[in-house]
């Protein structure tokens, strides 16, 4: 579960040192070092691939380690790693050293992918999978908010694109996978730690987010999914405001419950889009490569959204769009359990879901008492749901034919846009 973020940086920095001679100072913001960003991107993109990949690789991981394991656990113990990560970092908040988390999380991400790389067997593999985690979702969390801190007017462009490279990565991910799948999979893992190691200027973004009296960055983003991707928001509000600062509250309540909800659904429901389309693909008579391949088709759809479809209906509010989208993306998934039509179902699917997760932020922080904490509950929901819904997926539809997973999703499609209508009718 990667996705697209919007932040807003908060540019006014003020000296509050004690002494006779503390005077304010001029409004300030810390900037980002150039090798520092170049080095972000090129992790993103490794993240990206890494994260995508997964889904696609579970005919070849089913091959490598026997049908006797139920191999969809691989995903759900990468986004708990990345869920622990954001629970964690926000938890610590500035008792954290931020400055030194950057190159600590590479280093976690780029030893995970090596163990996985190395496993002998599937426990194995899975443990190491949970600490590559980690160390994605706290890259995906520091990253995201040492952008939305270190450009200035700037931030919102960079925070997008950003996780514009993190989408190019999760296009790329199921073609790698299929491309090195019928030699051994594992050598996907071991590529991306080998490609996370000159990405160590990274570490130079600790400096943005351990800036004196950086103001916490009020992000508002969507997934990798995930998918959603993921993170990056709940790093600059719970690392900010999980602290205890002036006894601020999350704005959490019933009017709180119905974006939940819909963010903790849909952004599992993504997330199991990218992971079993390519099991489905292999039961409908395609290869194990080419269904591999194809499955990229659908995070192509989300990458092509993104940038379309939100400029066709940009006059819309939210509540009328929020349903529609997930109205259509119900209607490419029902088509995807018609034979032979997944393969452009899915894409179809991307198209029409890609701008519900950046829609249903940007309401909440819209309505919120106390947008960036909103925010933050909100990605955590949407990072547990990447957690548990594929796994309920699999349990559902994992073992059945081909047309039973397509009807899995489409159901979880179903109870999303049940929620979004609740939601609709409870903010009128």
């Given at each position: 579960m990667t996705e697209l973020r919007r932040a807003e940086s908060t540019p006014a920095l003020v000296d509050t040192a004690p002494g006779p001679a503390a005077e304010e100072e001029p409004a300030a913001t810390p900037v980002m070092a150039g090798s520092a960003a170049v080095s972000a991107f090129c992790v993103f993109l490794v993240l990206g691939v890494l994260t995508a990949s997964l889904g696609a690789s579970l005919p070849f991981l089913r091959e490598r380690f026997g049908a006797e394991h139920e191999v969809g656990r691989v995903v759900s113990a990468y986004n708990l790693g990345a869920l622990a990560a954001t629970v964690c970092i926000g938890l610590l908040g500035r008792r954290l050293n931020v400055r030194?988390?950057?190159?600590?999380?590479?280093?976690?991400?780029?030893?995970?992918?090596?163990?996985?790389?190395?496993?002998?067997?599937?426990?194995?593999?899975?443990?190491?999978?949970?600490?590559?985690?980690?160390?994605?979702?706290?890259?995906?969390?520091?990253?995201?908010?040492?952008?939305?801190?270190?450009?200035?007017?700037?931030s919102v462009v960079m925070v997008n694109r950003l996780n514009a490279v993190f989408g190019i990565g999760a296009m790329l991910g199921p073609l790698a996978a299929g491309a090195v799948g019928h030699t051994d999979i594992r050598l996907l893992a071991l590529a991306a730690a080998v490609c996370a190691l000159p990405?160590?200027?990274?570490?130079?973004?600790?400096?943005?987010?351990?800036?004196?009296?950086?103001?916490?960055?009020?992000?508002?983003?969507?997934?990798?999914?995930?998918?959603?991707?993921?993170?990056?928001?709940?790093?600059?509000?719970?690392?900010?405001?999980?602290?205890?600062?002036?006894?601020?509250?999350?704005?959490?309540?019933?009017?709180?419950?119905?974006?939940?909800?819909?963010?903790?659904?849909?952004?599992?429901?993504?997330?199991?889009?990218?992971?079993?389309?390519?099991?489905?693909?292999?039961?409908?008579?395609?290869?194990?490569?080419?269904?591999?391949?194809?499955?990229?088709?659908?995070?192509?759809?989300?990458?092509?959204?993104?940038?379309?479809?939100?400029?066709?209906?940009?006059?819309?509010?939210?509540?009328?769009?929020?349903?529609?989208?997930?109205?259509?993306?119900?209607?490419?998934?029902?088509?995807?359990?018609?034979?032979?039509?997944a393969v452009v179902a899915y894409p179809l699917a991307g198209l029409a879901l890609a701008p519900v997760l950046p829609t249903l932020i940007a309401w909440v922080s819209g309505v919120a008492a106390v947008p960036q904490q909103a925010t933050s509950v909100l990605t955590l929901c949407c990072m547990l749901g990447n957690a548990v819904v594929p796994a309920v997926v699999g349990a559902l539809g994992g073992s059945g034919g081909a047309v039973v997973i397509p009807l899995v999703l489409a159901g979880a499609c179903l109870l999303c846009l049940g929620l979004a209508l609740w939601l609709r009718a409870a903010r009128r």
């Open positions: 030194a988390a950057p190159p600590v999380l590479l280093a976690v991400f780029a030893a995970g992918a090596a163990g996985m790389a190395a496993s002998p067997g599937w426990t194995a593999y899975l443990c190491c999978a949970a600490v590559t985690g980690i160390g994605y979702g706290g890259l995906a969390l520091t990253l995201n908010t040492a952008f939305a801190r270190g450009f200035a007017g700037n990405c160590f200027l990274v570490g130079r973004a600790g400096a943005v987010l351990a800036a004196p009296g950086a103001a916490p960055g009020a992000a508002t983003g969507a997934d990798g999914d995930a998918g959603g991707t993921t993170g990056g928001d709940a790093g600059g509000d719970a690392g900010g405001d999980a602290d205890g600062r002036g006894g601020q509250r999350a704005w959490i309540g019933l009017e709180l419950l119905p974006f939940l909800l819909v963010g903790l659904v849909y952004a599992g429901m993504e997330t199991s889009i990218g992971t079993w389309q390519s099991t489905q693909l292999v039961r409908d008579g395609w290869s194990t490569q080419a269904a591999t391949t194809a499955a990229s088709g659908f995070w192509a759809g989300m990458a092509v959204g993104r940038l379309v479809v939100p400029q066709l209906t940009r006059r819309l509010p939210g509540r009328t769009t929020l349903p529609a989208y997930l109205a259509a993306g119900l209607g490419a998934l029902a088509l995807a359990a018609v034979p032979h039509l």
